[in-house]
């Protein structure tokens, strides 16, 4: 059974600096890992989505790395800022779903201070 | 481009009661997804569609949950005979057919029960 655990549950830190955050899966098997973030009382938004195949996404101050042999994901957050403050969500499609399920972590609540 | 529209927003029921969220993809979107968000929970998958077809409903509880996406109009979930264990927040996703595809979230229905 495919378990999806992200770390740490909670992150503050002041604005500029450069953050990472971790996502771990038990299972390897998988189509692709997608990162979300998430406002209080809002939908999730997709941020990066990394296949299987690859080993890394970009998009602006965004990088997202895989290493599915290890099970393991990180979100890096270049020169962060307030409006990056947000729960991040990482979650991972099993090749025994047909891809469709999407299994997610409990998230990590990121504060950015001014 | 629209993006993925839930309505309503907010439902209110009292217990007994049937409640229908309503879910329309994204424009050439023709795979949906629900997920459901307990309080103090992660998200968790529910089902999976495709028009006129049921792919994976491997996460709906057995009774009183279900869900339909017609050929034509939005997909349905319904909840029969609503409990207080029911009051979550549901969310609906589509994607364009393929295994690779993100998942784009509408901003969700906060059901509450009475």
């Known amino acids: 059974k495919q378990e999806v655990t992200q770390i740490p549950a909670a992150l503050s830190v002041p604005e500029g600096e450069n953050l990472v955050l971790n996502c771990s899966f038990t299972?390897?098997?998988?189509?692709?890992l997608q990162w979300f973030r998430q406002d209080p009382g809002k939908g999730l938004t997709s941020l990066l989505l990394?296949?299987?195949?690859?080993r890394e996404q970009t998009s602006g101050r965004l990088n997202a790395s895989l290493d599915k042999s290890s099970g393991r994901s990180t979100l890096y957050i270049a020169a962060s800022q307030p409006g990056d403050s947000a729960t991040y969500l990482c979650?991972?499609?099993?090749?025994?779903?047909?891809?469709?399920?999407?299994?997610f972590g409990q998230g990590t609540e990121l504060s950015v201070k001014p | 481009n629209a993006g993925v529209m839930q309505n309503p927003r907010h439902l209110v029921r009292r217990r007994g009661q049937e409640a229908r969220l309503r879910c329309s993809p994204m424009?050439?979107?023709?795979?949906v997804y629900w997920y459901r968000q307990l309080p103090e929970e992660g998200l968790k998958f529910m089902v999976y569609?495709?028009?006129?077809?049921?792919?994976?409903e491997s996460g709906m509880p057995k009774e009183r949950f279900s869900a339909e996406f017609p050929k034509e109009g939005p997909s349905i979930l319904r909840i029969q005979q609503v409990v207080r264990g029911d009051s979550a927040a549901y969310f609906c996703?589509?994607?364009?057919?393929?295994?690779?595809?993100?998942?784009?979230f509408g901003d969700g229905t906060r059901l509450s029960i009475l």
């Open positions: 979650a991972v499609a099993g090749i025994y779903n047909q891809g469709g399920k999407l299994i």
């Open positions: 990394i296949q299987s195949s690859q």
């Open positions: 299972d390897s098997a998988i189509y692709n």
């Open positions: 424009k050439g979107h023709s795979h």
């Open positions: 996703a589509s994607s364009p057919a393929g295994r690779n595809q993100p998942q784009h």
């Open positions: 569609l495709q028009k006129e077809n049921i792919i994976d």
